[in-house]
């Protein structure tokens, strides 16, 4: 893990199609059944949201110019299989803001396009697999996985996933290892849990595809903040989708996918032995339904 070895040019080398290809192979993959809304629920759906839309043409006076470029804009998005990439920045915060307002336990926040299930099992304390180089700083990853009350929870599950020291996901990155900085870490019967790692890279959506054009069109900028992705779970118990995020990060304020709360930022220090950089967080998880 020196921060002095050259890096792997490969996977700065990708493209937002190969990404976009890669997380729009791995939704259809984990999708369940279709959609079982009622014919009331999508006419009520689709119907305000194809009002809104008209309503935007009018008050705007879209022209046939603007409409054409949203069109081959919107062809784009598909044939470089980005619609996950999109939907998840744009609009999943609301979806999980929805989904998760009646928790009381630890702050949710968006899953994002790049979870793959099943990654390596491993007990508490572990290292998670990366390369021998893995370049960035070790980050020592701790806490505990209780109930709402703060009763241990034996057996919990803490999945974690995560952009490399240059910002980038194995899977969806060129020349990574498949399960590169990816793992579930079962805690111990105290629900403690110990992860060895590397400090993130924020994340920059890519430039080259219909999600970065979008982006540069308008003068946004395309930048996450770094985060670490989670799934936390323990029997009897609800699981939660959440990421942590790193204080001082300029991104932490302006994320694009606006994914950022106050309740997930960390708090860390340097480690005593001088091996990078220590974070202790605690998820409480609410019961089942
Ligand atoms: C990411 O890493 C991410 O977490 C989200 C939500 C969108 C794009 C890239
Ligand atoms: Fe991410």
Redesign the pocket.
């Known amino acids: 893990m020196s921060t002095d070895s050259p890096l792997s040019p490969s996977e700065a080398a990708g493209t937002a199609a190969e990404a976009g290809a890669g997380a729009t192979a791995r939704f259809l993959a984990a999708r369940t059944a279709s959609a079982t809304s009622s014919q009331e629920r999508v006419a009520q759906l689709a119907g305000r949201a194809i009002r809104a839309l008209n309503d935007v043409i009018l008050e705007e006076k879209v022209t046939y110019d603007e409409y054409n470029a949203l069109k081959s804009w919107l062809i784009t998005v598909g044939e470089t299989g980005e619609w996950p ?1 999109f939907l ?2 744009w609009l ?1 915060h609301s979806i999980e803001e929805v989904a998760n307002e009646d928790r009381h336990g630890s702050k949710g926040t ?5 979870y793959v299930p099943d990654s390596p099992i491993q007990k508490s304390p572990a290292t998670l697999s990366m390369r021998d180089d893995e370049p960035g700083t070790p980050l020592l990853f701790q806490g505990q996985v209780t109930d709402v009350e703060g009763t241990p929870m034996e057996g919990a599950r803490v999945e974690i996933w995560q ?1 490399d020291d240059l910002g980038f ?1 194995s899977q969806f990155a060129p020349g990574l290892p498949e399960w590169n900085l990816r793992g579930t870490v079962i805690a111990d019967d105290t629900g403690h849990f110990e992860i060895n790692t590397v400090q993130p890279a924020p ?1 920059q ?1 890519p430039t080259d595809g219909a999600c970065g054009q979008l982006i540069k069109a308008a003068g946004w900028h395309a930048w ?1 903040p770094a ?1 670490l ?1 989670l799934k936390v779970s323990a029997p009897g118990h609800q699981l939660i989708t959440t ?1 942590l995020y790193f204080p001082g990060d300029p991104h932490n304020a302006d994320d ?2 606006s ?1 950022v709360k106050p309740e997930l930022m960390l708090d860390l220090a340097d480690r005593k032995d001088g091996q990078g950089r220590v974070t202790t967080y605690d998820f409480r998880l609410d019961p089942e339904a």
Do not use: C, M, N, W
């Not at 968006?110 to 790049?114: A, F, L, Q, R, V």
């Open positions: 990439l998840d920045v999943e968006i899953e994002g396009p790049y952009a996901y994340y959506i996450r985060h992705h990421q694009i996918a994914a």
